[in-house]
């Protein structure tokens, strides 16, 4: 006989969930910004840094945060509406 996988019970998630994806994605746009910092810092000491890799880290820092912060930005339009139907 095959013995079915047990569903997960009703309130514990089935995966590692939203809650895990955010959190990863803020880690990765505080990641960008600290490789942007450092190479800010790099190229303004002098060290072997060139100005066009500088401004590209930091315009990608800048686009990673922007996005983050229109996905949240979603997230709380979709809670204020789930907030607004009757039950």
């Known amino acids: ?3 079915l996988p047990s569903l997960p019970q009703a309130g514990t998630p089935a995966g590692p969930g ?3 994806a ?3 994605a803020i880690a990765q746009v505080e990641n960008t910004r600290a490789v ?5 810092q790099r190229f303004v000491s002098g060290e072997d ?3 066009h890799s500088t401004i590209l880290a930091t315009q990608n820092a ?3 945060f922007e ?3 229109q996905v ?5 339009s979709a809670y204020e509406e789930i907030m607004k139907m009757q039950l």
């Open 36 to 40: 942007a910092n450092d190479a800010i």
């Open 1 to 3: 006989m095959v013995e």
């Open 62 to 64: 800048e686009l990673q």
């Open 22 to 24: 955010f959190q990863t």
């Open 72 to 76: 949240r930005n979603k997230v709380v």
């Open 18 to 20: 939203f809650q895990h």
């Open 49 to 51: 840094q060139e100005l």
């Open 67 to 69: 996005m983050l912060m």
